[in-house]
């Protein structure tokens, strides 16, 4: 088997390990209710950042902004920065961190131990189970996301049984019919749809997108035809698939953890790189982390 069909199947182990060891350091280090909390990431990252900080900032726990890492720049207050690199080598979160004024928490989110990131944080929560040999992410990111939910209060009771039901259900359409994807989040979900339309791009070479969900009537719709799929994650409204039926689209849904649902577009992603005769596991142009020269 692949690597990443591997780590794709191992994510409900993984989340249950990260839940069960490491839920109370996340409380601390993640929570800090009352704080001014910004998140830095790239890439998945990035999108695992923008879906934390609405998790926070929804649970009532403070203001929570969440940011490229190559964009930051230090001129908002914050009490905590939190940089999620499964590495700890990206060039920009580490030239961000570098940024943070002094008297700023920094704290890495990472997966392996004794990286550059180490020396730029004051600490570290190391998910080194939920590292990937793949350079195309999938299980770091989720038991990231895990990990932050129950760190917030958020009972996750249901979310491994969800994640082995998204591995044996049947995916969202035939691959062979499929040209295009549209994937559509609300709330934190908005990040996952990004981090889905991600994984068939890298995986698939395949032309995906992702929005807000109220806003794919604004625009996207135009591009969509009998050959496309309109992914929507739960709480999207359910009238958007009668959008998507109207331009010819499928449309999926189910009520599966949004998590779990991130699981089977995991999957629908590999299943589409295999019809197009791609190997995900070593995806066009990419490496495991981006790291730039100096010059």
């Known amino acids: 088997m692949k690597h990443t069909s591997e780590e794709i199947a191992s994510q409900p182990a993984v989340w249950e390990q990260a839940l069960t060891q490491l ?42 902004d969440a940011v490229c890492a190559s964009e930051y720049r230090p001129r908002r207050r914050y009490d905590r920065v ?17 940024q943070v004024p002094e008297s700023t928490r920094r704290v890495a989110i990472t997966a392996v131990a004794g990286m ?21 992410q999938t299980r770091f990111p989720t038991t990231v996301l895990a990990l932050a939910r129950a760190a917030f209060g958020e009972d996750l009771t249901h979310l491994v049984a ?57 625009g996207p719709v135009a591009v969509a035809t009998e050959r496309s799929l309109i992914f929507s994650y739960r709480g999207v409204p359910a009238g958007l698939d009668d959008v998507g ?33 791609l190997d995900p596991d070593t995806p066009r142009l990419l490496t495991r982390s981006v790291v730039l020269d100096a010059a």
């Open 23 to 64: 839920t109370e350091v996340a409380r601390a280090e993640l929570a800090a209710p009352g704080e001014r909390v910004l998140l830095l990431g790239c890439g998945t990252s990035w999108f695992v950042a923008q879906s934390i900080a609405e998790l926070r900032e929804s649970a009532g726990l403070g203001e929570t």
């Open 245 to 277: 039926r109207a331009a010819g689209a499928t449309t999926y849904r189910d009520e599966l953890d949004p998590l779990a649902q991130l699981v089977l577009a995991q999957r629908f992603a590999i299943a589409l790189a295999a019809h197009r005769g």
């Open 116 to 136: 550059p990131i180490d020396t730029l944080s004051d600490a570290r929560i190391l998910l080194d189970f939920a590292d990937e040999r793949s350079v195309v």
């Open 162 to 218: 969800d994640g082995r039901a998204a591995l044996a259900a049947p995916l969202p359409a035939d691959p062979a019919k499929i040209e295009h994807l549209v994937f559509l989040g609300t709330g934190w979900t908005v990040g996952l749809a990004h981090e889905a339309a991600l994984k068939v791009r890298e995986s698939a070479q395949a032309y995906s997108e992702s929005y807000p969900a109220m806003d794919f009537r604004h």
């Open 82 to 98: 939190v940089a999620v690199s499964r590495s700890g080598t990206s060039t920009e979160v580490l030239d961000a961190l570098r």
